[in-house]
């Protein structure tokens, strides 16, 4: 089973930053925090990972929280083809997978 | 730098008949994954290739599926036979090198093979 929380859903503006929730409060110390997501008909894509500091990159900035029991994914300013399933995972160090959830589902609206 | 690709993107074949999935994976990466989503449920797990050796095939549903990559290159992934449970996309995934750094290195995913069975 997948090892973390989110949302269902949610909406966001365009041209708004997007702000995504994740918990994974039964996180171990080795494990890594992922995050994908998938476009309809396309294959998950890669978007940022991190294991205790802060990341940034050309898509995203990831923010784990001290206790590493949460982060939030955030989208700086959000555009229609941002609308997506977002998956947060925890890679699992005792194994090879990343293991799905649900995800959220974003909405980006005009 | 071409990403890891799957062919075909589409089969429907009968209950009963036998299917091959292939998947290229990013040149050079000794891991390659196999991953589905059958209706309505989430992306689940198959198998995790190290070059041409099986590191974990523990999510393989049952003996009809086989899976192998000779060389260590590409992958095929057979049904055989196909049952209508077996209908979803099938995700090929590579990352780099097994060892140092393997769990920060993340996985890159192709487009998916739809496969329907009637």
């Known amino acids: 089973d997948a090892k973390t929380t989110q949302p269902t859903s949610m909406d966001c503006a365009e041209g708004r930053a997007a702000n995504l929730p994740c918990n994974h409060s039964?996180?171990?110390?080795?494990?890594?925090v992922y995050w994908y997501r998938q476009i309809h008909s396309q294959g998950p894509q890669y978007i940022i990972h991190?294991?205790?500091n802060n990341e940034t990159n050309e898509m995203a900035s990831l923010i784990i929280t001290e206790d590493r029991k949460s982060s939030t994914l955030i989208l700086p300013h959000a555009t229609l083809r941002d609308t997506a399933v977002y998956y947060c995972?925890?890679?699992?160090?005792?194994?090879?997978?990343?293991?799905f959830g649900g995800g959220t589902r974003v909405l980006v609206k005009p | 730098e071409a990403g890891v690709t799957q062919f075909p993107s589409h089969s429907v074949i009968e209950k009963g008949q036998t299917v091959t999935l292939r998947c290229d994976p990013i040149?050079?990466?000794?891991?390659l994954y196999w991953y589905r989503r059958v209706m309505g449920k989430e992306i689940k797990f198959l198998l995790h290739?190290?070059?041409?050796?099986?590191q974990d095939e523990s999510g393989m549903p049952n003996n009809r599926f086989l899976a192998e990559r000779t060389g260590g290159t590409y992958s095929t992934l057979k049904v055989q036979p196909a049952e209508l449970e077996d209908s979803g996309v099938y995700f090929c995934?590579?990352?780099?090198?097994w060892g140092v750094g393997f769990y920060n290195s993340p996985l890159h995913f192709g487009n998916g093979t739809r496969l329907t069975v009637t």
């Open positions: 995934a590579s990352s780099p090198s």
């Open positions: 039964t996180i171990s110390g080795n494990e890594y």
């Open positions: 991190g294991l205790k």
């Open positions: 995972i925890v890679r699992e160090a005792a194994g090879n997978k990343l293991t």
């Open positions: 040149s050079g990466h000794d891991n």
């Open positions: 290739f190290v070059k041409e050796s099986k």
